[in-house]
């Protein structure tokens, strides 16, 4: 099993930036790659950004320089930094591990953006 606890949440205003973490914990060696995915109200889930366990990233068009996925591996954390932030941008972000023994989420942490 792998346990994923995001943080980083909260209210900003449009054109301020957040950073999220995901804390990986468990059989970590299984993980092939991490994701960010969202889901506005609404709105079906969505994948925001991936990096896999090469250091290889996407994203989904709409944040695309603007948003920044990372990790570090000696901590087991991948981050999202999120860059001039819009209200559309307003979601439940939730972290996820495609592993070996499986397809892992975490609990969501809400994010709100302002105009």
């Known amino acids: 099993q792998v346990q994923l606890v995001e943080s980083g949440g909260g209210l900003v205003q449009a054109g301020g930036s957040l950073r999220l973490s995901c804390a990986a914990s468990?059989?970590?060696?299984?993980?092939?790659?991490m994701n960010w995915y969202r889901q506005a109200p609404g709105k079906q889930r969505e994948l925001v950004a991936g990096i896999t366990s090469g250091g290889s990233t996407n994203y989904v068009d709409s944040v695309k320089g603007r948003f920044t996925i990372s990790r570090d591996s000696g901590k087991n954390t991948v981050y999202l930094q999120m860059n001039s932030l819009k209200p559309e941008d307003t979601a439940v972000f939730y972290c996820?591990?495609?592993?070996?023994?499986?397809?892992?989420w975490g609990q969501g942490t809400q994010v709100i953006v302002s105009s």
């Open positions: 468990g059989n970590i060696f299984s993980i092939n790659t």
């Open positions: 996820a591990a495609d592993s070996q023994l499986g397809h892992f």
